[in-house]
């Protein structure tokens, strides 16, 4: 089992940066893809960004590559997400998931969950 818990977000003004964390704890979390998505009201939950265990490769959706950066510590089994640059458009929950195996944008195919933080970003 694998057990995650973000923390960060709130509201912030369009143009501002903040930054999420997901702290993991259980069994060889350190090994475990792990990804960010959100889901805002009324749609789907879509991926945000994937990081393999090592942090070498990493993935992003095209509405936040370049604004976005996903990286890990696996020293204190974490992972961060880092948001530049916040439009309105990005307000959602936002999750931290994990998995065994390759990275995907796919949450369905995520095996452990988070219990999701807001951000809203104000015009």
């Known amino acids: 089992q694998v057990q995650l818990v973000e923390s960060g977000g709130g509201l912030v003004q369009a143009g501002d940066s903040t930054r999420l964390s997901c702290a993991a704890s259980g069994r060889t979390s350190s090994t475990y893809v792990m990804g960010w998505f959100r889901q805002a009201p009324g749609k789907e939950r879509e991926f945000v960004a994937t990081i393999n265990w090592s942090g070498r490769n990493t993935n992003y959706a095209a509405s936040v590559k370049g604004r976005f950066t996903i990286a890990r510590d696996n020293a204190k089994n974490t992972v961060y997400l880092q948001m530049n640059s916040l439009k309105p458009e990005d307000t959602a929950v936002y999750y931290c998931?994990?998995?065994?195996?390759?990275?995907?944008?796919?949450?369905?195919?995520?095996?452990?969950w988070g219990q999701g933080t807001q951000v809203t970003v104000s015009s």
């Open positions: 998931a994990a998995k065994r195996g390759g990275e995907s944008p796919f949450p369905s195919l995520y095996d452990y």
